[in-house]
């Protein structure tokens, strides 16, 4: 049986990890690397923590989460698709049960939102994890003057979290934003399509998505 400890400790996945982000970076993306992939399987685990899944399957879900994006060291196109089939014989490698190596995978090829569906729990922690991760952290670029609308959008964003909340009902994204820095409708304007993922992905877990935006709840 495959721990995370031992997907987190491989060198060989540390390395697709870290060129994927290299990629990423050259192509002008916010990180995408070992911190981003980190608090996605963190905040995975946690969910389903939170709503009663076993630690093992919490545990599948981290594994998910910390290998969403290895797709990225291919191309950016198709990269979910990409990662799980890169994941699948990493995974395999290391001695992966072939039910738990086919769940991890389902959530890989269904986190990006431009082709994915939460088809089970696990899928739906890791999308939640990963779209709720917007951040000023995450912004490489160091010119202000010439940050594009994702630069702005995550740098204005100076708190972001995830919670469950009113007895395990509602999945609330709370953001803190800047709106010195960007206005709330550029948050929408490229996190609209994300948020809707967000909300299937809450229905799947049986809640309900809220998103609160300097203490008003939008949605």
């Known amino acids: ?6 997907v987190q400790n491989s060198e060989k996945i540390r390395t697709y990890i870290q060129k994927a982000d290299e990629t990423l970076g050259a192509l ?9 992939v980190t608090k996605v399987a963190e905040d995975s685990k946690n ?7 076993s630690p093992r399957e919490a545990e599948l879900a981290q594994i998910a989460g910390y290998l969403h994006d290895i797709g990225n060291v291919v191309n950016r196109a198709a990269h979910a698709q990409t990662g799980a ?11 992966a ?16 939102e431009g082709t994915a569906t939460p088809v089970n729990p696990t899928c739906a922690a890791v999308i939640l994890a990963d779209k709720s991760d917007v951040r000023m952290s995450r912004v490489r670029n160091r010119d202000h003057a010439t940050f594009d609308i994702h630069d702005r959008v995550n740098y204005a964003v100076k708190e972001s979290g995830l919670d469950i909340c009113e007895n395990n009902t509602v999945m609330n994204l709370k953001l803190t934003i800047d709106t010195n820095q960007c206005a709330v409708m550029d948050y ?3 996190f609209l399509v994300r948020m809707s993922l967000c909300r299937k992905a809450a229905e799947m877990l049986g809640l309900r998505f809220a998103l609160t935006i300097n203490g008003q709840q939008l949605l």
Do not use: K, Q, V
């Open 1 to 6: 049986m495959i721990r995370f400890i031992d």
């Open 28 to 36: 002008g993306f916010t990180d995408h690397g070992l911190g981003h």
């Open 47 to 53: 969910i389903m923590l939170t709503l009663g899944y």
């Open 85 to 95: 089939l890169l994941a699948f014989r990493l995974l395999e490698e290391m001695g």
């Open 97 to 112: 049960d072939p039910e738990e190596l086919a769940t991890i995978i389902t959530a890989i090829g269904n986190h990006d």
């Open 188 to 190: 929408f304007e490229i």
